[in-house]
């Protein structure tokens, strides 16, 4: 089956680090992508990963291991702009995206 | 600008009045979808297009139609809403249909109420 794991919800301090975790069993895989999505409005792009490694866009990284079927996205110098919820996605076939339910993310001052 | 636009933003209906939600992008996009939000359950795929006039079924097509006679416009139809049909529904475009490094830009939402 195809089965993708994320936190339902994580609280952290403005100016701490962050980590959200994201395992996944899907039939294929062709890459992972991670979104944030505030309340009430559309989910945006954050980061893209398709070999094993850590990719880094300023505050925000994001990990893949392809053959333990896990990613993590890292945040850096947490905002309070940063609570929203995180959606981890994997492409699994040509046309074909699998969602996460989301982790909501609480910044707290 | 480049965006996804879809209308309307909100709609209450009632059982088995036929509504449509349209979606239309401006970036010249292959690759067209439409998901539904629930709370616990993430965002589900219910169709998606590659191209003019090519559509397939997602995961969770019954009760839903669409369809792609222009590359901009992916109208998604309810022939006969339900109440489990009460959902929040996003449109998302890609560049190109079978590039699976393509990130998706999302239209703004439609949260839709069906009683």
């Known amino acids: 089956g195809q089965n993708i794991d994320q936190p339902t919800e994580m609280t952290a301090t403005e100016g701490a680090i962050v980590q959200i975790n994201c395992t996944y069993q899907?039939?294929?895989?062709?890459?992972l992508f991670w979104y944030q999505q505030h309340a009430g409005e559309a989910p945006t792009f954050l980061s893209y990963?398709?070999?094993?490694g850590l990719e880094e866009k300023g505050r925000f990284s994001s990990f893949l291991s392809r053959s333990k079927g896990y990613s993590y996205l890292l945040l850096k110098e947490l905002q309070m702009k940063d609570s929203a919820s995180y959606l981890c996605?994997?492409?699994?076939?040509?046309?074909?995206?699998?969602f996460g339910t989301g982790t909501r993310l609480k910044v707290l001052a | 600008e480049a965006q996804v636009t879809q209308n309307p933003r909100y709609l209450i209906t009632v059982t088995g009045k036929k509504l449509t939600v349209t979606c239309s992008q401006n970036?010249?996009?292959?690759?067209m979808s439409w998901y539904r939000q629930d709370p616990g359950l993430g965002l589900r795929q219910i169709y998606y297009?590659?191209?003019?006039?090519?559509?397939d079924k997602g995961d969770v097509p019954e009760g839903y139609k669409v369809s792609r006679k222009e590359k901009r416009n992916f109208p998604l139809i309810l022939e006969s809403p339900s109440p489990n049909q009460t959902s929040l529904y996003f449109c998302?475009?890609?560049?190109?249909?079978?590039?699976?490094?393509?990130?998706?830009?999302f239209g703004s939402g439609t949260q839709l109420s069906v009683l």
């Open positions: 996605a994997v492409t699994s076939g040509t046309y074909k995206y699998i």
């Open positions: 970036m010249n996009h292959e690759y």
């Open positions: 998302a475009s890609s560049l190109k249909a079978g590039a699976t490094n393509e990130k998706l830009f």
């Open positions: 899907t039939s294929g895989f062709n890459g």
């Open positions: 990963n398709v070999l094993d």
């Open positions: 297009s590659m191209n003019v006039e090519v559509t």
